[in-house]
């Protein structure tokens, strides 16, 4: 599991998120202050961001523009493999999950061709997508050596989890 280097991406919105939440409240309650959530009219902006992280670290926090295509993944995939070189050195394991974009031919060419030729917000309150980035750079960076090791801990365990359950369904 020190070999992998785990990819995502990733939206943040400068107010609130577009995810449905409940609130609880007795009867009476509908329309006091505690029960209602102020909104933004379109979420006041949202920064994509992609970025990895080893059991050595965090890697470069790269920022989307627009929607993600198989050809702007294959752009990030250029930043990957530094940061991997940078945090396990040249022999990495590149995990991503199976969105369409991560499995598109020309992804899985040029990961093939690199592996051929053996090359391995919320503390402030932003205005803008630009400083929400800076922020998320920012606090990426901040990223405890302890949180990144228990989360590599909690991989190990999950992946022995399917592996036990044989593909199957696990309590995470």
Not at 145 to 171: F, P, W
Request: glycine share 6%.
């Amino acid at each position: 599991m020190e070999t992998v280097l785990w990819t995502d991406e990733s939206k943040f919105e400068i107010f609130g998120n577009k995810r449905r939440q409940f609130v609880r409240r007795r009867k009476g309650e509908a329309y006091q202050e505690g029960c209602l959530k102020p909104t933004v009219k379109h979420g006041g902006g949202s920064v994509m961001v992609w970025s990895c992280i080893s059991a050595n670290g965090v890697g470069d926090l790269i920022r989307i523009d627009g929607k993600l295509t198989a050809t702007q993944y294959l752009k990030i995939l250029q930043h990957a493999v530094p940061s991997g070189q940078r945090l396990i050195r040249n022999k990495f394991l590149l995990q991503h999950d199976n969105d369409t974009k991560h499995t598109a031919r020309i992804v899985k060419s040029y990961l093939q061709e690199l592996e051929d030729i053996e090359i391995a917000r919320r503390k402030s309150q932003p205005k803008s997508a630009d400083e929400l980035f800076e922020v998320l750079q920012t606090e990426w960076r901040k990223i405890p050596m302890e949180t990144i090791n228990d989360l590599y801990e909690s991989c190990i365990r999950r992946v022995d989890a399917v592996i036990k359950a044989k593909g199957g369904h696990t309590k995470y």
